[in-house]
Protein backbone atom coordinates (compact mmCIF):
# COMPACT_ATOMS: atom_id res chain seq x y z
CA UNK A 1 0.00 0.00 0.00
CA UNK A 2 1.15 3.70 -1.13
CA UNK A 3 1.16 5.91 1.82
CA UNK A 4 1.79 9.87 2.10
CA UNK A 5 5.28 9.32 3.47
CA UNK A 6 6.05 7.62 0.37
CA UNK A 7 5.05 10.17 -2.15
CA UNK A 8 7.98 11.87 -3.44
CA UNK A 9 7.78 15.45 -5.13
CA UNK A 10 8.68 15.43 -8.46
CA UNK A 11 7.65 11.78 -9.23
CA UNK A 12 6.13 11.41 -12.56
CA UNK A 13 3.74 9.03 -13.14
CA UNK A 14 2.88 7.97 -16.48
CA UNK A 15 -0.46 5.72 -16.83
CA UNK A 16 -3.81 5.20 -18.34
CA UNK A 17 -5.11 4.21 -22.02
CA UNK A 18 -8.61 5.20 -22.84
CA UNK A 19 -10.22 5.12 -26.29
CA UNK A 20 -12.88 7.48 -27.07
CA UNK A 21 -15.64 6.46 -29.22
CA UNK A 22 -18.53 8.34 -30.97
CA UNK A 23 -21.30 6.60 -29.27
CA UNK A 24 -19.74 7.59 -25.82
CA UNK A 25 -18.97 10.78 -26.79
CA UNK A 26 -22.53 11.46 -28.24
CA UNK A 27 -24.61 9.36 -25.22
CA UNK A 28 -22.36 11.33 -22.56
CA UNK A 29 -23.47 14.72 -24.07
CA UNK A 30 -27.21 13.81 -24.44
CA UNK A 31 -26.91 13.76 -20.90
CA UNK A 32 -24.35 16.04 -19.54
CA UNK A 33 -23.60 18.45 -21.90
CA UNK A 34 -26.11 18.92 -24.58
CA UNK A 35 -24.65 21.29 -27.09
CA UNK A 36 -24.87 20.76 -30.88
CA UNK A 37 -21.56 20.49 -31.24
CA UNK A 38 -20.91 17.55 -29.26
CA UNK A 39 -24.11 15.69 -30.85
CA UNK A 40 -23.80 16.35 -34.58
CA UNK A 41 -21.39 16.41 -37.21
CA UNK A 42 -23.55 18.45 -39.32
CA UNK A 43 -23.29 21.18 -36.40
CA UNK A 44 -19.61 20.54 -34.99
CA UNK A 45 -18.68 21.05 -38.73
CA UNK A 46 -19.85 24.84 -38.47
CA UNK A 47 -17.49 25.49 -35.57
CA UNK A 48 -13.76 25.86 -34.99
CA UNK A 49 -14.20 22.44 -33.42
CA UNK A 50 -14.63 20.80 -37.41
CA UNK A 51 -15.89 17.38 -36.22
CA UNK A 52 -18.04 16.42 -33.48
CA UNK A 53 -16.07 16.44 -30.27
CA UNK A 54 -16.05 15.03 -26.83
CA UNK A 55 -17.62 17.66 -24.04
CA UNK A 56 -14.66 18.85 -21.83
CA UNK A 57 -16.21 17.37 -18.72
CA UNK A 58 -16.44 14.06 -20.83
CA UNK A 59 -12.33 14.54 -21.10
CA UNK A 60 -12.29 15.09 -17.67
CA UNK A 61 -14.68 12.43 -16.64
CA UNK A 62 -12.22 10.00 -18.72
CA UNK A 63 -9.38 11.38 -17.23
CA UNK A 64 -11.18 11.03 -13.54
CA UNK A 65 -11.55 7.17 -14.90
CA UNK A 66 -7.77 6.32 -15.99
CA UNK A 67 -7.00 8.02 -11.84
CA UNK A 68 -8.76 5.83 -10.07
CA UNK A 69 -7.81 2.65 -12.12
CA UNK A 70 -3.87 3.73 -11.68
CA UNK A 71 -4.90 4.12 -7.91
CA UNK A 72 -6.09 0.88 -7.80
CA UNK A 73 -3.52 -0.76 -9.54
CA UNK A 74 -1.03 0.56 -7.46
CA UNK A 75 -2.76 0.04 -4.35
CA UNK A 76 -2.66 3.82 -3.31
CA UNK A 77 -4.15 4.36 0.29
CA UNK A 78 -6.28 7.45 -1.24
CA UNK A 79 -9.45 9.09 1.14
CA UNK A 80 -10.74 11.57 -1.95
CA UNK A 81 -10.24 15.05 -2.51
CA UNK A 82 -11.39 18.44 -2.07
CA UNK A 83 -10.79 19.45 -5.46
CA UNK A 84 -9.39 20.45 -8.32
CA UNK A 85 -7.38 23.95 -9.14
CA UNK A 86 -6.45 25.53 -13.32
CA UNK A 87 -8.47 22.77 -15.05
CA UNK A 88 -7.69 23.98 -18.52
CA UNK A 89 -9.24 22.32 -22.18
CA UNK A 90 -6.14 22.89 -24.06
CA UNK A 91 -6.89 20.70 -27.55
CA UNK A 92 -10.31 18.74 -28.38
CA UNK A 93 -11.10 15.60 -28.17
CA UNK A 94 -12.29 13.93 -31.34
CA UNK A 95 -13.70 10.11 -31.39
CA UNK A 96 -10.90 7.84 -32.49
CA UNK A 97 -8.34 9.36 -30.13
CA UNK A 98 -6.21 7.54 -27.70
CA UNK A 99 -5.67 8.88 -23.90
CA UNK A 100 -3.10 8.51 -21.39
CA UNK A 101 -2.29 10.59 -18.28
CA UNK A 102 1.18 11.91 -16.94
CA UNK A 103 1.00 13.07 -12.99
CA UNK A 104 3.74 15.08 -11.07
CA UNK A 105 3.53 15.83 -7.64
CA UNK A 106 4.45 19.26 -7.13
CA UNK A 107 3.40 20.04 -3.30
CA UNK A 108 2.55 17.89 -0.23
CA UNK A 109 2.02 18.61 3.41
CA UNK A 110 0.48 16.88 6.44
CA UNK A 111 -2.82 18.14 7.34
CA UNK A 112 -3.24 20.24 10.60
CA UNK A 113 -6.56 19.31 11.48
CA UNK A 114 -6.71 15.66 10.55
CA UNK A 115 -3.04 13.85 11.66
CA UNK A 116 -4.20 11.06 10.07
CA UNK A 117 -3.80 12.31 6.28
CA UNK A 118 -1.28 13.88 4.34
CA UNK A 119 -2.67 16.19 1.33
CA UNK A 120 -0.56 16.02 -2.23
CA UNK A 121 -1.17 18.23 -4.87
CA UNK A 122 -0.53 16.95 -8.37
CA UNK A 123 -0.29 18.38 -12.24
CA UNK A 124 -2.24 16.15 -14.27
CA UNK A 125 -1.69 16.17 -17.93
CA UNK A 126 -3.42 13.76 -20.44
CA UNK A 127 -1.99 13.30 -24.00
CA UNK A 128 -4.19 11.85 -26.84
CA UNK A 129 -2.12 9.34 -29.24
CA UNK A 130 -0.15 11.92 -30.83
CA UNK A 131 1.34 13.02 -27.91
CA UNK A 132 -0.72 16.45 -27.77
CA UNK A 133 -1.81 17.52 -24.54
CA UNK A 134 -5.59 17.91 -24.34
CA UNK A 135 -6.21 18.65 -20.38
CA UNK A 136 -4.67 20.00 -17.82
CA UNK A 137 -4.71 20.52 -14.26
CA UNK A 138 -3.60 20.31 -10.27
CA UNK A 139 -5.70 17.79 -8.47
CA UNK A 140 -5.74 17.69 -4.57
CA UNK A 141 -5.59 14.36 -3.10
CA UNK A 142 -5.84 13.06 0.52
CA UNK A 143 -4.00 9.93 1.70
CA UNK A 144 -3.42 8.22 4.88
CA UNK A 145 -0.62 8.21 6.69
CA UNK A 146 0.56 5.24 7.54
CA UNK A 147 -0.36 3.83 11.19
CA UNK A 148 1.82 4.74 14.01
CA UNK A 149 3.65 2.60 15.76
CA UNK A 150 4.20 2.00 19.72
Not at 39 to 56: N, P, Q, V
Not at 91 to 100: A, E, H
Not at 126 to 143: A, C, H, R, W, Y
Request: proline content about 5%; some cysteine; overall charge negative.
Amino acid sequence: MLYYEDIEIGVIQKFGRYEVTRDEVIEFASKYDPQPFHLSDEEAAKTHFGALSASGWHTGSMTMRMIVENFKENRQAGLGSPGIDNLRWIKPVFPGDTLRCESEVIRKRSSESRPEMGITVGRITVFNQKDEPVLTMESTGLIAVRALKD
